[in-house]
Each structure stands twice: as C-alpha cells, then as structure tokens.
C-alpha cells in the first residue's frame, strides 16, 4: 500500500521529509537545489513512488526544517542520515540536483554502506576561489539588499528555460521566497565555498552524472569532473532542459533516473544484495 506524508525528525535541527510510497528498508531519496524544497521533486516522487519508496528531505533552513546554524558539506551528510535513521532506511539511492548532488557525494563518500546508488545532476564538488566569492557575493547580497521574494523571482527567471516555465519553476520560486535571508546567505555560502573534490574517489556507489544542455550556471566541465572524479561513473546530457533539469525536464529526467536505478537494483538483487 502506497502511503504519502511529511514527516519531520526528532532533535535539532527538525528536518522535515517527503516520504511516499510503500515502507520500505530501501529507498530512493531526492534531494533539492540551493533554497528549493521538497516540492520541487513533485513530479519525480510521484512517479517512483509507484515502484519504490521516496524520500525527499528539506535542507536545514530550507522548507518546514528547522535551522540549527550556518551548515557545512559534513552537517548536509549527517542531515541526511538523520532523515534515514527517523524512516527506517537501511540503504538509500541518492538524487541530488545541485547542492543536492553535493550533499549525495559528501553522504555516498562518508557512509558508502548505506548507498546503494547516486545520481549527481547540474551539480559541482569544488569551484575556482573567484567564482566561488562572486556567486556567494551576488547571492547573499540579494538576499540581504531586495530580499527573497525579489530574488526568488529573479533566479527563476534566470534559471528556467522552458517557455512557458513547467509547474515546478512555481515551486521553486515560492520555496525560495518563503526563506529567512540570513539562512539563505548562509546556506549560499557554504554551498558555493564547498571543496570536497578530493572525496570523489570515495565514492563507491555506482554514479551517474547528469547534466541539462542548456545549464548556464554550471558549466559541462563541472560534471565531467564529478564523473572522472569517481570510478565507473557515467555522464548523461539531460536534453531540453537547463540548471535545474528535473524542473525543466521532468519526464526526461525521472526516465534516466529510473532506468539508472532500475538496473543498479537488479544487478544488487542478482548478486543476492539488497
């Protein structure tokens, strides 16, 4: 039987999660962009839900999860395993989009017992020092100078590129208007100052990288050293989509999703895994 529910976890930070689909000790976890929420998984939590069960975690400071100080790649990983522990999941296939592909590789490199598989979509482990601080810079002061709603619109405009924008681009828009600027800044801060290239190759899951032809904010060489950066990894072009390619292309990007985890399962069910 199929159950869907928001659930949050005991402690501090509360970290609210999306958990749909039938119980399960294994699940696929989706985790969001930088100042989005669970929302933004709609269409992807509805359709492997039907197979599997989902869970889709806010961030701290993000969506109904409660705060606790400014994060850092280790804080987002044991975040996640907070949210494992509260659902009951032994092993987990990671989707991440973005800071979400961050939070995947710094989980999947620390606790590789627990994953089962990664997906690392529009994503990056490490900038260059300057890009780095101009994005944090432009971001944060944002944030700080118009506040969020102005950003929220902003950013959306800017990052989707469909036309007209799918139903997702309103999630995300409202998601990141709904933020406290301080958490957004200093989430933007640890997100873009994040340096943890050198844990790739802790990575044992199998990977799969993907990127949207048209990302204008994370350039192809990023993912294309995400994928070098782990073993076996492969790197899929997301067609018709952008920085967010779940949002712009949903149908697309739940059907490489799911091939990938399909087959990634069968093979651990074959090997008498689970």
């Excluded at 039938?22 to 492997?48: I, N, Y």
């Excluded at 828009?173 to 050198?198: L, N």
């Excluded at 993912?223 to 779940?246: C, K, M, Y």
């Amino acid at each position: 039987m199929k159950h869907d529910a928001v659930r949050t976890t005991g402690g501090h930070p509360g970290l609210s999660y999306l958990d749909a689909g039938a119980r399960d000790d294994k699940a696929v976890v989706l985790l969001h962009s930088l100042g989005a929420d669970h929302r933004m998984w709609s269409p992807q939590a509805e359709a492997l839900s039907a197979r599997r069960r989902v869970l889709a975690p806010d961030a701290r400071g993000h969506g109904g999860s409660g705060w606790g100080g400014p994060p850092t790649a280790d804080d987002w990983a044991d975040d996640l395993g907070l949210v494992l522990d509260a659902a009951g999941v032994r092993r987990a296939a990671l989707v991440g989009v973005s800071l979400g592909g961050i939070q995947a590789v710094a989980y999947a490199a620390a606790r590789p017992d627990r994953v089962s598989a990664v997906v690392i979509a529009d994503s990056f482990v490490e900038l260059a020092p300057e890009t780095a601080e101009a994005r944090i810079a432009s971001l944060a002061g944002a944030a700080r100078d118009q506040g969020m709603a102005a950003l929220a619109d902003a950013y959306v405009a800017d990052t989707i590129t469909r036309t007209p924008p799918p139903a997702g681009a309103e999630a995300v828009r409202k998601a990141i208007a709904g933020m406290d600027a301080e958490h957004y800044a200093d989430s933007v801060a640890a997100c873009f100052g994040v340096r943890i290239a050198d844990r790739l190759a802790d990575v044992r899951a199998p990977a799969l990288v993907l990127w949207g032809e048209r990302d204008r904010k994370t350039p192809r060489a990023l993912s294309e050293r995400i994928a070098a950066g782990i073993d076996g990894a492969a790197l899929e072009v997301v067609p018709d989509a952008g920085h967010l390619s779940n949002v712009d292309n949903p149908a697309g990007f739940t059907r490489l999703v799911e091939d990938f985890i399909g087959e990634t399962w069968r093979e651990r069910s074959n090997d008498g895994g689970r």
